[in-house]
């Protein structure tokens, strides 16, 4: 018989956007979403989890797929540790370091997403950005042009790889927060990464000064990271701004209210730039 679990009985661990968090036992959390609705999203992330675990990739344990007090819940091991982003406030001076871990990390974890069921980013981007209505008819034009000329890949696409969704247990990194995950060109994701890590926005609640130390860490952190990426896997920087534009205009659907006004100053710059003949592998320096 499977045992009831009752979420008020135990104990909250952590709250992400997404999810609350609630500790099960020592050993293993539960992964519980806020909105009934987002079962099928729940269900890609326990594919893909599934998927790189059998390919020795570094994330947690899931265990089952569960409803909880009609929620979407995901039963999975228990990392105990600090996040990469806890890490990088505890010992600043690593900063490059992480910033280099980070880059290796995300080339490392990718795979086939081969057979996963995975949404296309290319579709998922053509389904998302129309409905934005913060982008002007002209502008959107400009971006869904660019969006028909990408090419299509079939990597696992993380959809938000960022030092937050990092847990480092005994020295060892592993990825979690698969929610968003897609089928795609892993350079999308990369440009994903790099176009948050720039664009930091200012919380409410945050000095001018904490606000500066802040954008100046992620500026550091995002330069290491790109370049250690090309290191890695050189790519192309035009491909690599094209889907900035792609990634920066679904974040002005979905994303923060406080990031949307530098993604759009952001289109704006790379449209403007395109009218004028700047060639797109400079455009990723307008963030
Ligand atoms: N397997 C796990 N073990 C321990 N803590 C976890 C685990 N997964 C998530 N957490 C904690 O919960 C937080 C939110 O989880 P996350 O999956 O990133 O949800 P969200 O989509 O809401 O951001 C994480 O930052 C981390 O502190
Ligand atoms: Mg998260």
Redesign the pocket.
């Known amino acids: 018989m499977i045992k009831m679990i009752e979420l008020n009985k135990l104990k909250l661990?952590?709250?992400?956007?997404?999810?609350e968090?609630y500790e099960l036992d020592e050993n293993k959390?539960i992964?519980v979403l806020r909105n009934k609705e987002d079962e099928e999203y729940l269900k890609v992330e326990l594919s893909v989890m599934k998927s790189l675990k059998e390919k020795d990739k570094a994330v947690?344990t899931v265990y089952e797929y569960r409803k909880i007090e009609e929620r979407p819940s995901l039963i999975?091991?228990?990392?105990?540790g600090d996040?990469m982003l806890e890490q990088i406030r505890k010992s600043p001076l690593q900063i490059l370091n992480y910033a280099e871990r980070l880059a290796t990390l995300h080339m490392e974890i990718a795979d086939s997403a081969e057979g996963l069921g995975l949404i296309s980013i290319n579709d998922r981007a053509a389904h998302l950005i129309p409905k934005s209505e913060l982008l002007e008819p002209k502008l959107k034009e400009f971006i869904l042009t660019i969006l028909s000329e990408m090419p299509r890949g079939n990597d696992i696409c993380h959809g938000?790889f960022h030092p937050?969704?990092i847990?480092i247990t005994k020295g060892q990194y592993y990825v979690?927060?698969w929610?968003g995950a897609t089928s795609g060109n892993k350079l999308s994701d990369i440009a994903h990464t790099y176009l948050i890590l720039r664009n930091t926005p200012r919380l409410p609640g945050i000095t001018g000064f904490q606000n500066f130390i802040i954008s100046r860490s992620a500026s550091v952190i995002s330069g290491r990271y790109l370049s250690t990426c090309a290191k890695l896997q050189p790519f192309d920087r035009s491909e690599f701004s094209r889907w900035m534009v792609i990634r920066a205009a679904e974040r002005v659907f979905y994303g923060s209210p406080f990031e949307k006004e530098a993604l759009i100053k952001f289109l704006r710059k790379c449209w403007n730039a395109q009218a004028s003949g700047v060639q797109a592998n400079r455009w990723w320096q307008f963030i």
Do not use: C, H, W, Y
Request: no cysteine; net charge negative.
């Open positions: 661990l952590a709250q992400g956007g997404q999810a968090i959390v992964r947690p999975m091991e228990r990392l105990n996040s938000d937050g969704n847990i979690i927060d929610f």
